[in-house]
């Protein structure tokens, strides 16, 4: 369960530091929030790797909930638009991520049962 809340934690953090990205074109003191939001997100995602998520899980789910949120917080905090296809490509994103996560639980039975066999 750590795993899952650090990868959380590194989503927000990644989402936040670039939402303050566009923020600091105008006021430059958004750019300590940038540089802290981008090193906690890296930290976060390394603690979700060592506690054991794999990494295609874990990047897959890092990066298309990153750009889920920052279109969708873009559009309520800057008024970027929002149209019917960028929505669609949020669905087709959520779409693939969730058949890695599917096909990666798969992967880890297939290789339990190889396993078991072996012996």
């Known amino acids: 369960m750590r795993k899952w809340f650090a990868l959380a934690g590194a989503i927000g953090a990644e989402v936040a530091a ?10 430059p003191a958004w750019y300590a929030v940038v540089t802290a939001g981008y090193i906690a997100a ?3 995602v390394t603690a979700c790797l060592r506690l054991g998520m794999p990494i295609g899980v874990a990047y897959g789910i890092w990066a298309a909930t990153g750009v889920a949120l920052t279109a969708l917080l873009s559009a309520v905090i800057f008024g970027e638009p929002l149209t019917a296809l960028m929505g669609l490509g949020i669905v087709l994103i959520i779409a693939g991520v969730l058949t890695v996560e599917l096909g990666s639980h798969q992967a880890q039975l297939g290789s339990h049962k190889a ?5």
Do not use: G, N
């Open 42 to 44: 890296f930290i976060l």
């Open 115 to 119: 396993q078991e066999v072996a012996k």
């Open 18 to 27: 670039t939402l303050a990205l566009k923020a600091a074109l105008d006021q």
